[in-house]
C-alpha cells in the first residue's frame, strides 16, 4: 500500500534556519512544508553576524546577490570603552572561499525577510503555514506525523511527512522522555 505525503520534508521554525533549510531541499527538488509558529518575523535582531560559510551558501542557492544588499562587510571588530580607549582589535582578511569579506553585519529582521522573499519564489516547491505551531511529532518506519494548532483559531491539523527538521532554536519543544519511541524510555 502506497502512502499519501503532504510533503517530503516538514521545517518546523521558518527562522533564517528554516528559510535556508527549504530553499536548499527546493533547491534538489524535494516538496517541504514549513511550519512557523508566529505570523510575523520577530522584529528584533538575535544573531548579529554571519560570516564568509554562511556568504557561500547563499551564492550557491543563488540569493547571494541580493542578500548581500541588505547585509554589510565587517572588515574589522573593535572594542572600546567609554572612555574611547581602544580594548581590543580584530582585523578580518578578506575571504578565502570567494566569498568576500570573512564576517558581515546584519540586522537579522531585515536579512530574514529577504530570505523569505527568495523561497517565496519557490512556492512551486515550498509551502509555508504561519500561526501553526507544532505540537506534537510522531516519527515511525515509514515518515513522520506533525501535528499543529493555529495560533488564532485553535484548529488542530496534522501533516504526514517524509521528514522533519526542527530548526525552530531555542524555542523547541523539548521531547517527552517518557513518550514512546524516545530513547530514555526504552
Known sequence: MRQQFDADVAVIGYGPTGVIAALSLAQQGAQVLALERDRDIYPRA??????DWTMRIFQNLGIGERV????DPQRA?????YEGDEVMRVEH???????GSRCYNIYQPVMESELRSC?????DLITVRYGAEVTEIEQDDSGVTVTTTDTDTGEVRTYRTRYAIAADGGSSRQPDPAAPGHPAAR
Open 46 to 51: 538575535r544573531a548579529v553576524t554571519v560570516n
Open 68 to 71: 548581500e544588499k541588505v547585509i
Open 77 to 81: 571588530l573593535r572594542w572600546v570603552t
Open 93 to 99: 582578511p578578506p575571504s578565502a572561499l570567494g566569498a
Open 119 to 123: 523561497a517565496q519564489e519557490r512556492e
